[in-house]
């Protein structure tokens, strides 16, 4: 009951479309000025247009708001630390899988989701 409530019981495939929208949502972030931080609309559109444009299950706002809060934190911290350029390094030109910072994210995801 305890991981229903509050996570940790995710199918694969929902785990890597978190991960997938967590680098997504972050890189939306770094093409704007930092500290990062969006509007609810503006975080809404980037949403919708996300599930439609990757054709993911919509998994509900808690879901996708758990995921940004978390991909803003992260962002933030990697700016105020100056290594935004690590991010980058992980998601392009494709989502590196294997690299260390994915695999973090991926591993604290799968305990909150």
Avoid at 21 to 38: E, I, V
Avoid at 60 to 67: A, E, H, R
């Amino acid at each position: 009951m305890f991981s229903k409530l509050f996570g940790g019981n995710a199918s694969p495939e929902k785990v890597n479309d978190a991960v997938s929208y967590f680098f997504a949502f972050s890189l939306n972030l770094l093409k704007k000025d930092g500290p990062y931080n969006l509007s609810e609309s503006e975080k809404y559109d980037f949403r919708n247009n996300y599930i439609l444009k990757e054709k993911i299950d919509n998994y509900g706002i808690g879901f996708f708001s758990k995921i940004e809060l978390e991909s803003t934190n992260f962002t933030n911290h990697h700016f105020s630390q100056n290594t935004s350029h690590q991010i980058k390094d992980c998601c392009e030109p494709t989502l590196n899988q294997d690299s260390p910072i994915t695999l973090e994210v991926k591993n604290y995801l799968e305990s909150i989701i």
